[in-house]
């Protein structure tokens, strides 16, 4: 079953969000959980309406989830604090979000725990852009020096990634403005002129260019990790609730890993894009030219500490956290 939050609720940014979480919320890891009469496992998770949110529409619409032993609620929220809201609160217990968050969580002393794997960038297959508007005079990344970009919440790797490629190439990071925005409304303020740039993930920027309202200028996550894999999303919960049901961690991992297997497999392309476009409302142009995510099974240190340093690079993180000590360990 799936249940609509909401889809356009500004965003904040997920410091503000965490350092609420931090002061009012506990760590009562397990609520929700419910054993049924027929030996499945009832939860409920949360993830966004993208491509690399997806791995929750397959695994529903293809039963893996049931496969597993799982019955699943599955709860699209609009921004990221949401996610983590969500997981905190008890009214999820698993989330779809970035490994920044999970670190900035723990941080803060919050005790998130990464329990399987999402989308994984790649080279060739990257899932975040930087785009212009149509016609705007901006040809490479020195042209961003002193103009507004939006994301779509501060501290997020699209941020992140994006002050890196600014860094790199020599640009004043400190004379950007940035502006939190909802993917989907990109491309209303490229029409606008409310931002002079902007960095998306997918499918909006299938949606941005099929529209006509904007290019690509440059990829960000290229700065991450020298080009090579790391994770993108991961899927986590609270540390109570995954050393309290280790048989729900496997049973949750193996449903991810079921339904990877079946996502990353380019026959089932044509399929894959139809339920895609169930959950997102996605046009049938930007469908057409969408290049679909790559996910990964297993949370490793190799794929997770690249991401976790661009936070300390920046500064963003209160004191050092290790990619081993976010990871949950099963035994």
Not at 43 to 49: K, L, Q, R, S
Request: negative net charge; contains cysteine; aromatic residues 6%.
């Amino acid at each position: 079953m799936r249940r609509n939050l909401k889809r356009s609720a500004p965003l904040v940014a997920a410091f503000a969000a965490l350092a609420l979480l931090s002061a009012c919320g506990s760590d009562d890891g397990g609520s929700g959980v419910s054993a049924n009469e027929d030996g499945s496992t009832s939860i409920t998770i949360a993830t966004v309406g993208s491509d690399s949110g997806s791995q929750a529409f397959y695994a529903e619409k293809q039963g893996f989830f049931e496969d597993n032993g799982l019955d699943v609620t599955v709860k699209i929220v609009a921004n990221v604090p949401e996610l983590a809201a969500a997981v905190e609160s008890g009214d999820a217990q698993f989330a779809l979000t970035s490994p920044t968050s999970v670190a900035s969580a723990n941080a803060a002393g919050i005790g998130f725990q990464i329990v399987a794997g999402g989308a994984v960038y790649k080279e060739d297959n990257p899932g975040v852009w930087v785009m212009v508007p149509k016609g705007s005079d901006i040809t490479d990344v020195k042209g961003l020096a002193g103009k507004s970009i939006a994301v779509n919440a501060l501290n997020t790797m699209p941020h992140l990634s994006t002050l890196a490629t600014l860094d790199d190439a020599g640009v004043d990071i400190d004379k950007i403005n940035f502006v939190t925005l909802d993917f989907t409304q990109v491309g209303q303020a490229f029409e606008s002129g409310q931002v002079d740039a902007a960095t998306v993930t997918a499918p909006f920027n299938a949606q941005i260019e099929a529209d006509g309202l904007g290019s690509v200028l440059t990829v960000p996550y290229d700065a991450v990790n020298d080009r090579q894999d790391f994770y993108n999303t991961i899927w986590f919960g609270q540390r109570s609730l995954v050393e309290e049901n280790p048989e729900l961690i496997e049973k949750f991992q193996a449903a991810i890993a079921d339904t990877n297997a079946w996502a990353n497999d380019e026959a089932n392309e044509d399929e894959r894009k139809q339920i895609l476009q169930e959950y997102t409302n996605l046009t049938d142009e930007s469908v057409a030219t969408l290049q679909l995510l790559q996910f990964g099974d297993e949370a490793t240190e190799e794929m997770l500490q690249p991401v976790i340093d661009v936070m300390s690079r920046f500064n963003v993180l209160p004191k050092p956290v290790e990619a081993t000590d976010i990871i949950a360990q099963i035994d």
